[in-house]
């Protein structure tokens, strides 16, 4: 049970982390920030999920993989999140913001 709670607070975390930028940077646009945010969770949380079903590999992977399936199904239909080399799989595609700080010059 241990193991299925820390795996959904990993996802849960992924998916907050997903939709609200942590943080801000001048090189990465906040969409990136939250795309890499929400896909580490995701990750996280289900190889705990794994790891917590693993007496029975066969219901471990099966439940993993449903879960895993939602996280996709999820990512496709709400957000920009899936995105793979370069191009957005998205229900509703939109581009990506520009950075949220300005660079640093030196010339001040």
Not at 24 to 30: E, Q, R, Y
Not at 37 to 57: E, K, M, N, R, T
Not at 76 to 101: C, E, M, S, W
Request: glycine letters at 10%.
């Amino acid at each position: 049970m241990v193991w299925f709670c820390s795996a959904m607070a990993c996802i849960g975390f992924g998916a907050v982390g997903g939709w609200f930028p942590l943080r801000k940077s001048s090189t990465l646009s906040p969409d990136s920030i939250q795309r890499r945010v929400y896909w580490s969770g995701c990750a996280a949380g289900l190889l705990l999920l794994f790891i917590g079903q693993l007496p029975d590999w066969r219901a471990a992977t099966f439940i993993t993989a449903a879960m895993g399936l939602g996280v996709v199904a999820t990512a496709v239909q709400f957000t920009n999140h899936l995105r793979i080399r370069g191009r957005t799989y998205a229900a509703f595609p939109k581009p990506d913001r520009p950075p949220a700080l300005a660079p640093y010059t030196d010339e001040q």
